[in-house]
Antibody, heavy 121, light 111 residues
Framework: QVQLQESGPGLVKPSQTLSLTCTVS??????????WSWIRQPAGKGLEWIGR???????NYNPSLKSRVTISVDTSKNQFSLRLNSVTAADTAVYYC?????????????WGQGTLVTVSS | QSVLTQPPSVSGAPGQRVTISCTGS?????????VHWYQQLPGTAPKLLIY???NRPSGVPDRFSGSKSGTSASLAITGLQAEDEADYYC???????????FGGGTKLTVL
């Protein structure tokens, strides 16, 4: 059973960079069958897709966040990471990592439990 | 404003049937991209409920079913149970945005 676990600071100051890591267990991030995604959810609001990465490092980003987002992968640690720079209060949300199939409209079949990141001074 | 439109809320009594709609456009659902549904119980991460329009992952009761037609998709829940009370989200891909997109979510209340 694949499991994902997010980790990182729960509090980030405005204008700084949010950094999170997702550790994958029960399966290899190098399997070749899946992409690995980040999704966020502000309190009381809906889900927003941030982007995805393949084990090769190939990425796709949400155009609305593309200028501020970087997703990277470390296959040796079976982890992938999210960096979001120049954060504001609007970036306060629960951030989820998830596994997604390779095709363009694939479902997100395994999710982490989520981690709350608050942007505040 | 979400690219995929869902009703904010639906409700039904135990044992009843409810449906949740997900309306898109010619650049997402209408373009033939698959629709997936997620169930989010209070305080938990979303869980895949229906994939590729109408398929259930292992372990999902057959009370849950999905369909797609034209620029819309629907999730139906029969034999409502108290444990079905949750938020439900649809998801697809939008070729104009070149991004995965979600509906705004629907809160199901079991009366």
């Amino acid at each position: 059973q694949v499991q994902l676990q997010e980790s990182g600071p729960g509090l980030v100051k405005p204008s700084q960079t949010l950094s999170l890591t997702c550790t994958v267990s029960g399966g290899s991030i190098n399997s070749g069958s899946h992409y690995w995604s980040w999704i966020r959810q502000p309190a009381g609001k809906g889900l927003e897709w941030i982007g995805r990465i393949y084990s090769s490092g190939s990425t796709n980003y949400n155009p609305s966040l593309k200028s501020r987002v970087t997703i990277s992968v470390d296959t040796s640690k079976n982890q992938f990471s999210l960096r979001l720079n120049s954060v504001t209060a609007a970036d306060t949300a629960v951030y989820y990592c998830a596994r997604v199939g390779r095709r363009i409209a694939a479902p997100l079949d395994y999710w982490g439990q989520g981690t709350l990141v608050t942007v505040s001074s | 404003q979400s690219v995929l439109t869902q009703p904010p809320s639906v409700s039904g009594a135990p044992g009843q049937r409810v449906t949740i709609s997900c309306t898109g456009s010619s650049s997402n659902i209408g373009a033939g991209y698959d629709v997936h549904w997620y169930q989010q119980l209070p305080g938990t991460a979303p869980k895949l409920l229906i994939y590729d329009n109408s398929n259930r992952p292992s372990g999902v009761p057959d009370r849950f079913s999905g369909s797609k037609s034209g620029t819309s998709a629907s999730l139906a829940i029969t034999g409502l149970q108290a444990e079905d009370e949750a938020d439900y989200y649809c998801q697809s891909y939008d070729s104009s945005l070149t991004a995965s997109v979600f509906g705004g979510g629907t809160k199901l209340t079991v009366l």
